[in-house]
């Protein structure tokens, strides 16, 4: 079918997608990353926020005072605890800041896109709502459901199994000492997180390919489309046409305007015609200042005989010098002896025109 999308996205389309913000990311790779790493912080620095916890706890029972604890010394005394769970959070919040940012980098690199959350008011409207509404029921929704349920499955098998392989440890941990019992849960937890973090990841990556499968396809385009592009860019071929005639046109006016000024006219003498002209002041060497065969010739010869420019047959010099050199260019060098004898003949017969 015509309309079916079977072509790769051109640049143009993919620099346009990415520039709406359109691109292939994963939002299970970013939360996997941030979760592993966020876990790993809360654990290198567990033994510092259980030292700042136990800290608050002392200072609350040690400093009690009820009569502080009023309606306008209320902010004040919540203050310390404020600033103390700032210091336990705001690292381990400002670490998995960048790791999200630094995830979001390594697959999309840098895009800075705000029509993805530009407002527009015409998705209010009653077809653009109906049309949302039945994305819930696409193939790509069902997808979304099944992978969170794949992972809801994973998480609680991995859950169950580290609890279950630890089974008589949190069993022996009633009556325990709190130190020992804080040990051994935190090394479980510890285990349960690496495991589900490293699933993560995993499916995550996999994710990231889906996505970019995905994405390639949205991307897709059709053969019109292709043409349309293309047209678009290069513009229409019926146009150009006109544009090049419109040139061709202009340049041989002003070729033949420059006939007049040549010194002498070279010929076939009926195919080829080549103007020549030798100014000393402008340049080193003579140089062809109009050229051309048939039409063009006949026209040449005869705007030279109307200003009688001396007309010269020679056709082996007529043809090298229309085929080897071009509009405007100087005489190359291994053909400067026999231009030189031309234009001496016709200095010679007081039919050119001295510069």
Do not use: W
Request: aromatic residues 10%; hydrophobic residues 45%.
């Amino acid at each position: 079918m015509a309309d079916e999308k079977t072509e790769k996205a051109t640049p143009k389309r993919r620099s346009k997608a990415r520039s709406e913000g359109q691109v292939s990311k994963s939002q299970d790779m970013n939360a996997a990353v941030t979760l592993s790493i966020g876990v790993t912080v809360l654990l290198m620095y567990g033994s510092f926020i259980f030292n700042k916890f136990k800290s608050i706890i002392n200072n609350t029972f040690t400093n009690l005072n009820p009569d502080l604890i009023t309606r306008e010394g209320l902010l004040g005394y919540l203050s310390y605890y404020i600033s103390e769970i700032m210091v336990i959070l705001l690292p381990i919040m400002a670490i998995m800041l960048v790791a999200g940012i630094a995830v979001n980098y390594f697959q999309i690199g840098p895009l800075l896109s705000f029509k993805a959350i530009k407002p527009d008011l015409s998705k209010l409207s009653p077809g653009k709502i109906m049309a949302g509404f039945k994305k819930f029921f696409n193939l790509k929704s069902f997808m979304e459901l099944f992978k969170s349920l794949i992972k809801t499955v994973i998480v609680a098998g991995i859950g169950y199994s580290v609890i279950k392989k630890h089974e008589l440890e949190i069993i022996a941990l009633l009556g325990s000492e709190i130190m020992y019992s804080l040990n051994t849960i935190t090394g479980i937890f510890a285990e349960l997180t690496f495991k589900i973090c490293l699933v993560l990841i995993i499916l995550g990556i996999i994710d990231k390919k889906y996505q970019d499968y995905e994405y390639e396809k949205s991307l897709k385009m059709t053969k019109q489309e292709i043409k349309d592009e293309r047209k678009n860019i290069e513009g229409d071929p019926k146009i150009k046409a006109r544009i090049r005639s419109a040139q061709m046109k202009f340049a041989t006016q002003r070729m033949m305007g420059a006939v007049p000024s040549a010194d002498v006219v070279v010929t076939n003498p009926t195919h080829y015609a080549v103007a020549i002209r030798y100014d000393t002041t402008k340049a080193a060497a003579p140089q062809v200042i109009a050229k051309g065969v048939d039409y063009l010739a006949f026209k040449i010869r005869e705007i030279a005989e109307a200003n009688k420019v001396a007309i010269v047959e020679n056709p082996p010099l007529a043809r090298t010098l229309y085929k080897i050199v071009p509009l405007d260019g100087m005489i190359p060098a291994d053909l400067y002896v026999a231009v030189a004898e031309v234009l001496a003949f016709v200095y010679r017969t007081n039919k050119g025109k001295r510069k």
